[in-house]
């Protein structure tokens, strides 16, 4: 992200959990999302300014995932 006084490109988030990018887009107070602290609503507001665009990614292509996320073996091999 971009220091405040300065013009720079938005930053892409990859995510494969479309609730969550949903949440993002809609910042309506949900019920079932009353768990969530105060403090994550930071990227909302960042998209909410156009600092930061969340965008759809298969988990099957998450690349992050290779590293976070045991893999059964066939599946490991092929990335």
């Known amino acids: 992200m971009a220091a405040a006084n ?5 930053l892409v988030i990859r995510e494969d959990n479309q609730s969550c990018i ?6 309506v107070n949900h019920g079932r999302a009353k768990h969530i602290d105060i403090k994550y609503h930071h990227i909302r507001d960042e998209v909410k300014r156009g600092e930061v665009k969340l ?11 290779i ?10 091999k092929g990335r």
């Open 6 to 10: 300065e013009e720079g490109p938005e």
């Open 22 to 27: 949903k949440m993002t887009k809609n910042p």
């Open 55 to 65: 965008k759809y990614c298969e988990t099957a292509v998450m690349l992050a995932d």
């Open 67 to 76: 590293m976070t996320k045991g893999l059964h073996g066939p599946r490991h």
